[in-house]
């Protein structure tokens, strides 16, 4: 007969075998052409971006998974340290107001609006293109075992907030899974967990943010001029975004769509060059003044452009 000691390791390593895990994969792009990796040395100003809802695409989690979607996005590009990433709750209420669409599909007009509109370099928006979740498991006398999975395949878009354009496109895949069971009645026995959906969603994302990163950063830099008064010029950039007192700016009138003959897609908008302006001081969360040091027209006015002087 067994001995109590050799009841009790058996009894724990069965135990032990049937104890919750879980783990999560990340998996290459999906798509026929893998997107090429790229690196952006910029170290200048941070860029402001917005995140829109991604369009689901599925029939799973309606009205959830494409906003979850997004604040892992947010989140994710915050952390990188890059960019000044405009809240979801002030971007939804200012295109509220402003009456544009709020989903993963933007147009052009749309998109140049909410960039004069919210002083956005680019808005990254995207699809949930698959999402499923499968429960298995096995029911014998003495142990029960579940095995939980989620898959999601998320397709994400770079759009130039100035043109419109698609800046970059690329789709990743994530997978995460859990494994519980139970001996002779013990254990763990629960009901589907709804953590494994954020988990496959992030991982799916996650690997797509150094690329979103590099391929923002390949813009050239610039912020809005919000107002002028006399000779000084009020931008919607400050010391949040990086910028230098005493550092020299261009100052462009953006003036009419430039439109594809073919496409009829907005390849970009003519521009006028003001003059050069110099970062006098900081004002406001992320604000600056600065005074026109030449002029080769008129005097900036709100929403007129502000480029770093090469």
Same mark, same amino acid.
């Given at each position: 007969?067994?001995?109590?000691?050799?009841?009790?390791?058996?009894?724990?390593?069965?135990?032990?075998?049937?104890?919750?895990?879980?783990?999560?994969?990340?998996?290459?792009?999906?798509?026929?052409?893998?997107?090429?990796?790229?690196?952006?040395?910029?170290?200048?100003?941070?860029?402001?971006?917005?995140?829109?809802?991604?369009?689901?695409?599925?029939?799973?989690?309606?009205?959830?998974?494409?906003?979850?979607?997004?604040?892992?996005?947010?989140?994710?590009?915050?952390?990188?340290?890059?960019?000044?990433?405009?809240?979801?709750?002030?971007?939804?209420?200012?295109?509220?107001?402003?009456?544009?669409?709020?989903?993963?599909?933007?147009?052009?007009?749309?998109?140049?609006?909410?960039?004069?509109?919210?002083?956005?370099?680019?808005?990254?928006?995207?699809?949930?293109?698959?999402? &499923?979740?499968?429960?298995?498991?096995?029911?014998?006398?003495?142990?029960?075992?579940?095995?939980?999975?989620?898959?999601?395949?998320?397709?994400?878009?770079?759009?130039?907030?100035?043109?419109?354009?698609?800046?970059?496109?690329?789709?990743?895949?994530?997978?995460?899974?859990?494994?519980?069971?139970?001996?002779?009645?013990?254990?763990?026995?629960?009901?589907?967990?709804? &953590?494994?959906? &954020?988990?496959?969603?992030?991982?799916?994302?996650?690997?797509?943010?150094?690329?979103?990163?590099?391929?923002?950063?390949?813009?050239?830099?610039?912020?809005?001029?919000?107002?002028?008064?006399?000779?000084?010029?009020?931008?919607?950039?400050?010391?949040?975004? &990086?910028?230098?007192?005493?550092?020299?700016?261009?100052?462009?009138?953006?003036?009419?769509?430039?439109?594809?003959?073919?496409?009829?897609?907005?390849?970009?908008?003519?521009?006028?060059?003001?003059?050069?302006?110099?970062?006098?001081?900081?004002?406001?969360?992320?604000?600056?003044?600065?005074?026109?040091?030449?002029?080769?027209?008129?005097?900036?006015?709100?929403?007129?452009?502000?480029?770093?002087?090469?």
């Amino acid at each position: 007969m067994l001995s109590n000691a050799v009841r009790f390791v058996a009894v724990a390593g069965l135990l032990s075998s049937c104890a919750a895990t879980q783990s999560t994969k990340m998996r290459q792009s999906v798509s026929a052409n893998v997107t090429e990796k790229v690196e952006s040395k910029y170290t200048g100003p941070k860029r402001r971006v917005g995140v829109v809802d991604f369009e689901n695409k599925t029939a799973y989690g309606q009205g959830r998974i494409g906003g979850a979607a997004a604040d892992i996005l947010i989140t994710e590009l915050t952390k990188t340290g890059k960019f000044i990433v405009v809240e979801r709750d002030k971007l939804n209420k200012i295109m509220d107001e402003q009456k544009l669409a709020m989903s993963g599909a933007i147009d052009s007009n749309t998109a140049a609006q909410m960039g004069k509109v919210l002083g956005l370099n680019a808005i990254v928006t995207g699809a949930i293109s698959n999402f &499923g979740v499968n429960t298995t498991g096995s029911d014998y006398l003495v142990t029960q075992t579940k095995r939980q999975s989620a898959m999601a395949t998320v397709d994400v878009r770079v759009v130039d907030a100035e043109t419109g354009q698609i800046l970059h496109a690329d789709s990743g895949k994530g997978e995460a899974k859990s494994a519980s069971g139970q001996f002779l009645g013990m254990g763990t026995r629960g009901g589907y967990n709804e &953590g494994l959906e &954020g988990e496959a969603l992030r991982a799916a994302i996650s690997q797509l943010v150094d690329n979103i990163a590099s391929q923002i950063n390949k813009k050239q830099w610039s912020c809005r001029v919000a107002e002028s008064e006399g000779s000084t010029v009020y931008l919607d950039a400050g010391m949040e975004s &990086g910028l230098e007192v005493g550092q020299k700016l261009k100052v462009f009138k953006l003036g009419r769509e430039i439109k594809s003959p073919t496409t009829g897609l907005v390849i970009g908008r003519t521009e006028e060059l003001l003059g050069d302006l110099v970062i006098d001081e900081f004002f406001g969360d992320n604000g600056s003044k600065g005074t026109m040091a030449s002029r080769a027209k008129g005097m900036p006015s709100a929403g007129d452009l502000a480029r770093m002087a090469n």
